[in-house]
């Protein structure tokens, strides 16, 4: 095996996202005075010190930044500067290559691989980064007490052992042809420090990243300093960072637009026209999807003839061209088109009222009653009463219930008390290849305590296919075993996308050289210097 470059098809673009890991990060309403940071000092955008990148997410600070359990989009997104994998994915192309890894993971046997750690590498904090750490932070990911949720990730990982101080033995279940960049679910973290303060760590962690996170907070935002003692291949180009949490999307764009930052993530679908008069504005096809989800416990959700007459009765072209001003595309499968491993799925759900009557009638439903709990993300709002039309045109009475994600999340999902949910969501940051995206949403915790099929026949049969999928060596057969389980999920609706969206992102292309958007909820910094 050949060793992964960092910058190996460093400008081929795939397609994934991420908007709202586990049911998004909770919205703020701080303005962008109370988020501190540097005022504008320079012509054209580029304000304030050279050294210095201020750039805004859209998101609040929701949890910790913990990477065994963290998902929220702030924290996933500043991890990414300030705590390594072993085998990391490039944030734009998601190709792998060495992070805290000298080299390629080697191949014992079948089931065993020996990883050795980079010459020098350190923790913010000065100590070496050893085999102790890496065995301490896999297993914790592992031990069923911490209730991970990458965990899901790795069901072919028996063990983790050291080998020396700098190297450690992966045992496998079974041989796994995607070990090496599914090691990047787990980030390495100092056992001593977490140790001796768990919760410390989860409010402001240590890592060996490029960066230092030096302050967090949901009115300050997040600080980060250079950490001088990196010697990874992403090196931090400027001595510091602030990242604003503007939740308001026109705060935003007048952040943007005033020089006070960057970088801004979210532009507005009304704005990008107007916005890319003054700074770079480029639109990123996603995996980011929006989906309903049905409580499959609730009658008369159990039926499936249901789930599919609410799929059919939805006109999500009208959907796409108003709420998304054409900044997205109709789900035809799980995956979005385009994505690596992409393949059409049996059933796709083109606008048909008629179908959908005749599903209902068929179901032995009239007169239906909805209550469709959405979150409060700014494009949820805007497709939410679209959606409301549809049903409504069909004879399904639909009333909304719009409210902030956590809430939502808490208050009526994990709790079983709705009926019907849309919602945003998006794990490609972990990883881009069918077997993890799909695990994120048919394996465990969704089938389990949201959508609440897990026990039915066809959702054990996605889960066996996952699994044979995952053994199988041959890339044809596995994509064989994919195709199967895509067109269950597609035919029985528990979960399933509407649409896959595009991300649009801002930037001052004068004062980032080097910079890229993201499909994926956040902004990298990694190795972008500043004009």
């Not at 320079?42 to 010190?49: D, H, K, P, Q």
């Not at 960066?211 to 090196?235: I, M």
């Not at 083109?350 to 959405?374: H, I, R």
Request: proline share 6%.
């Amino acid at each position: 095996m050949t060793d992964l470059q960092p910058d190996r098809g460093l400008h081929r673009r795939d397609f994934l996202r991420y908007t709202g890991l586990l049911g998004a990060a909770a919205t703020i309403s701080a303005g962008l005075a109370a988020c501190g940071g540097p005022s504008s000092t320079g012509s054209g955008g580029s304000g304030g010190s050279k050294d210095t990148i201020q750039a805004a997410l859209a998101y609040a600070l929701s949890g910790g930044f913990d990477p065994m359990t963290a998902s929220s989009a702030v924290a996933v997104a500043a991890n990414l500067h300030v705590l390594e994998p072993l085998v990391d994915l490039d944030p734009v192309t998601r190709q792998p290559y060495n992070a805290l890894a000298k080299a390629a993971p080697a191949k014992v046997d079948d089931t065993t691989y020996r990883v050795t750690l980079r010459d020098g590498a350190k923790f913010h904090d000065g100590s070496p980064v050893t085999a102790d750490d890496v065995v301490f932070s896999f297993e914790r990911v592992l031990d069923p007490k911490n209730a991970s949720l990458f965990v899901q990730f790795l069901p072919f990982l028996d063990g983790v052992k050291k080998v020396d101080a700098s190297t450690v033995e992966f045992k496998l279940t079974y041989p796994f042809a995607l070990f090496s960049e599914r090691l990047s679910v787990v980030r390495i973290v100092p056992k001593g420090i977490v140790q001796a303060d768990q919760k410390k760590f989860d409010a402001l962690p240590v890592g060996s990243g490029p960066f230092k996170l030096t302050a967090a907070s949901a009115t300050g935002g997040l600080s980060f300093a250079k950490f001088d003692g990196y010697g990874g291949p992403r090196p931090a180009k400027v001595a510091t960072m602030t990242w604003l949490l503007l939740s308001e999307p026109s705060t935003r764009v007048t952040a943007l637009q005033s020089g006070r930052v960057q970088a801004i993530e979210a532009v507005p679908y009304l704005n990008a026209d107007a916005l890319s008069k003054s700074a770079a504005v480029q639109s990123v096809q996603s995996f980011g999807l929006l989906f309903l989800m049905f409580n499959c416990k609730a009658k008369p959700f159990d039926d499936v003839r249901v789930r599919q007459a609410l799929h059919y009765a939805l006109d999500t072209d009208k959907l796409i061209k108003t709420a998304l001003l054409g900044n997205a595309a109709a789900a035809t499968s799980f995956l979005p088109a385009g994505h690596p491993d992409y393949v059409p799925a049996s059933t796709v759900y083109g606008f048909d009222p008629a179908k959908a009557k005749k599903l209902l009638s068929d179901a032995g439903v009239s007169g239906l009653k909805v209550e469709l709990v959405t979150t409060d993300t700014d494009f949820v709002k805007d497709c939410a009463p679209l959606i409301k039309q549809s049903w409504d045109a069909v004879g399904v009475s639909t009333t909304l219930n719009v409210g902030q994600s956590g809430g939502q999340y808490s208050n009526r999902i994990d709790t079983g008390k709705y009926q019907v949910m849309a919602a945003p969501g998006d794990p490609s940051v972990f990883g881009n290849d069918c077997d993890l995206l799909m695990r994120w949403f048919y394996v465990g915790t969704w089938p389990d305590h949201r959508s609440y099929n897990s026990g039915t026949a066809e959702a054990k049969k996605v889960v066996d296919l996952l699994d044979k999928a995952a053994r199988e060596p041959d890339e044809g057969a596995r994509r064989g075993l994919w195709k199967q389980a895509i067109d269950i999920v597609a035919e029985q609706a528990a979960l399933y996308p509407i649409f896959h969206r595009k991300l649009v992102t801002g930037w001052k292309r004068e004062a980032l050289p080097g910079f890229r958007p993201m499909a994926t909820t956040g902004l990298s910094l990694l190795g972008v210097d500043r004009a």
